[in-house]
């Protein structure tokens, strides 16, 4: 069964104010996520992958899905991942994007088909985690994205 989200917001990266307040509310309940989706640039939409690729395929989709997570209690870890098809070793690709992980930062797992989890720092600011959070994104993402995304919160 899937899970209905609270809330689907359509976002654009000129202004991300609308989540940033959704974070720090997350933040602040100590529960919930938010899953982000990019719209792809008109005319460079991927192809379906066959159901083969989908079973052998050491990569994820070409198009990235994002989440965020807040901490589970006061002084804990905002959850970020990414899941990519640009396939291993992600972090290393972000560092030569000048997006490696900020102080006290941490690297959970960076898996070529399960995809890219880091840890940062509960009091980390809401806006530039999920600054990062789209950069990385579109630094993993194997096709170009337009800058606009779906933002679905979930509040349990």
């Given at each position: 069964?899937?899970?209905?989200?609270?809330?689907?917001?359509?976002?654009?990266?000129?202004?991300l104010g609308a989540v940033v307040d959704v974070l720090?509310?997350?933040?602040?309940?100590?529960?919930?996520?938010?899953?982000?989706?990019?719209?792809?640039?008109?005319?460079?939409?991927?192809?379906?992958?066959?159901?083969?690729?989908?079973?052998?395929?050491?990569?994820?989709?070409?198009?990235?899905?994002?989440?965020?997570?807040?901490?589970?209690?006061?002084?804990?870890?905002?959850?970020?991942?990414?899941?990519?098809?640009?396939?291993?070793?992600?972090?290393?690709?972000?560092?030569?994007?000048?997006?490696?992980?900020?102080?006290?930062?941490?690297?959970?797992?960076?898996?070529?088909?399960?995809?890219?989890?880091?840890?940062?720092?509960?009091?980390?600011?809401?806006?530039?985690?999920?600054?990062?959070?789209?950069?990385?994104?579109?630094?993993?993402?194997?096709?170009?994205?337009?800058?606009?995304?779906?933002?679905?919160?979930?509040?349990?």
């Amino acid at each position: 069964m899937a899970l209905t989200p609270d809330d689907d917001l359509e976002v654009d990266e000129d202004d991300l104010g609308a989540v940033v307040d959704v974070l720090a509310e997350l933040t602040a309940a100590g529960s919930g996520w938010v899953n982000l989706r990019p719209e792809v640039e008109a005319g460079h939409e991927p192809p379906p992958r066959s159901w083969l690729a989908l079973i052998f395929s050491a990569k994820g989709d070409a198009v990235p899905f994002a989440t965020w997570t807040p901490p589970a209690q006061p002084g804990g870890r905002v959850t970020l991942g990414i899941e990519h098809g640009s396939g291993p070793r992600a972090l290393a690709r972000l560092d030569d994007h000048e997006l490696g992980l900020g102080p006290g930062w941490l690297k959970v797992a960076d898996h070529p088909r399960r995809g890219l989890v880091v840890a940062a720092p509960g009091d980390a600011d809401p806006a530039d985690v999920l600054w990062w959070l789209l950069a990385a994104s579109h630094a993993l993402s194997t096709v170009p994205l337009s800058g606009a995304w779906r933002a679905s919160v979930y509040r349990r």
